[in-house]
């Protein structure tokens, strides 16, 4: 999951000049993704190393990544 994240954020950046700032998710995708990072104590610390705001939502098929003037963390 996590490496499908990177993936999916550098694809973004490449075709639109910026780095994505939020990351939907549905909570399946979430709860591999928290195992992938599990290292991490916390789900703050996660979203601080992603560096991104994670947005859970029923309907996501897959995660995809975009980006907010006003959402997340990224510059």
């Known amino acids: 999951m996590l490496s499908y994240v990177c ?3 550098s694809e973004f ?4 000049g910026v ?3 939020l ?3 549905n909570h399946q995708h979430f709860e591999q993704l928290k195992l ?7 789900t703050r610390q996660m979203f601080e190393h992603l560096n991104m705001q994670v947005v859970i939502q029923r ?4 995660p ?3 980006r ?8």
Do not use: F, Q, W
Request: net charge positive; hydrophobic share 40%.
């Open 59 to 62: 309907d996501v098929v897959h």
């Open 23 to 25: 990351l939907y998710l």
């Open 36 to 42: 992938a990072l599990d290292g991490l104590r916390t």
């Open 64 to 66: 995809k990544v975009a």
């Open 68 to 75: 907010s003037a006003t959402g997340g963390r990224a510059g």
């Open 7 to 9: 993936r999916i954020a």
């Open 13 to 16: 950046e490449r075709r639109h």
């Open 19 to 21: 780095v994505p700032n």
